[in-house]
């Protein structure tokens, strides 16, 4: 089983791409689950709706835990059962150590022991959709934003170099792609890393 974890701010079309690939994928013959985080179990869904929509003052202590919560959940109820051949996570923990560790400003130390604790496996391949905070947020113009999307530019643009970051220590996993590109062009550069793996 391969796990490939999609990444990036508000706004970069990663829901699109990752469907796409799951189309590929089963074009070869071979299988694709995927799964969004926070998220894709009931426990996991219940504690994003306290994520996403809660009007509380959430603190951003809660927050992180609340994530790890909902992660340690799908990976112990699905990621570790799954007899797919691929898994394709819509965000995964790359996303806490962006949002929480660049964006929040917690210890990215902690995340990663919060990592190493729930037992995440390390994905295959990670690709982070790289876009600018105001492109990001004109393709979402429309949408009413969340409690997250409504944490500010200044937010986003930490956790935007923080993914940048993070695929800078580790150029082997993780690919940079322009989000500014065509869906038909960011997807054959996805297919073109995927093969690779096949
Ligand atoms: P999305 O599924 O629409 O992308 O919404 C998930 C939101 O949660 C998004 O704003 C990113 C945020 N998030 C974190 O802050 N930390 C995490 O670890 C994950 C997985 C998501």
Redesign the pocket.
């Known amino acids: 089983m391969k796990i490939i974890t999609f990444e990036g701010i ?1 706004g970069v079309g ?1 829901s699109t791409q990752i469907n796409l690939l799951k189309d590929y994928i089963e074009s070869r013959g071979l299988s694709a689950s995927i799964f ?4 894709s179990t009931v426990i996991g869904e219940n504690i ?1 709706s306290i ?2 929509d809660s009007k509380e003052n959430l603190s951003k202590e809660s ?1 992180l835990l609340l ?1 790890f919560a909902a ?1 340690a959940q799908l990976i112990s109820e699905k990621v570790k059962i799954s007899n797919t051949d691929f898994i394709l996570f ?4 790359d ?2 150590v ?3 560790g660049f ?1 929040r400003g917690l210890s990215v130390d902690f995340i990663n022991n919060l990592i190493s604790f729930i037992n995440c496996p390390q994905p295959d391949l990670t690709f982070l959709l790289d876009i600018s905070v105001e492109n990001g947020f004109k393709r979402k113009i429309d949408d009413v934003k ?1 409690r ?2 409504s944490s500010g530019d200044e937010f986003f643009e930490n956790v935007r170099q923080g993914y940048l970051e993070i695929a800078k220590s580790q150029p082997e996993r993780i690919k940079v792609i322009d989000a500014m590109g065509s869906i038909e062009d960011i997807n054959k550069e996805i297919i073109k890393e995927v093969s690779k793996l096949l």
């Open positions: 508000e990663k969004r985080e926070p998220g994003r994520l996403l927050e994530m992660r819509d965000r995964f923990y996303a806490s962006a949002y929480q964006g969340d997250i999307e």
